[in-house]
């Protein structure tokens, strides 16, 4: 099978003697054989895992992302971000790690926002309350 990885500015992986892939999406765990029927799905923060014909093995860390099959002899996967590497663990304990920290920043950083822009919303119509021109009677 051909494998495709790619990210916003660079293919990330690409080989044409990949004969299992293993990825994860919301649902859990799967595998892809040669073969395998057209699927696409949303990809989990995870670990995409591949073995070469020669036996060799492969890992790229995904930052979510699409995987699509396409005619049983093609898995492209599109992600926002994706690193390489040799060694499951490090990928898992360091790459991983730091995924879940950005996206846990990313959450920090919109609920904040959406608190501010709730404070806003309130600020606005009590100052159309308090001139008298505030349209239409708004309850709390």
Request: proline share 2%.
């Amino acid at each position: 099978m051909r494998l495709l990885i790619t990210d916003p500015l660079s293919v990330v992986a690409e080989h044409d003697d990949v004969v299992s892939l293993r990825a994860e999406d919301e649902s859990g765990g799967f595998g892809v054989l040669n073969g395998h029927a057209d699927l696409l799905t949303t990809l989990a923060l995870s670990v995409i895992s591949w073995h070469h014909a020669d036996g060799r093995v492969g890992y790229c860390a995904v930052r979510r992302g699409v995987l699509t099959v396409q005619g049983g002899r093609e898995v492209l996967v599109a992600t926002r971000e994706a690193h390489l590497g040799d060694d499951l663990d490090a990928l898992e304990r360091t790459v991983l790690a730091g995924y879940r920290s950005q996206l846990d920043a990313e959450r920090e950083t919109r609920t904040a926002s959406a608190k501010l822009r709730t404070r806003a919303i309130r600020q606005i119509v009590q100052a159309l309350r308090a001139s008298g021109t505030g349209g239409p009677e708004l309850r709390p």
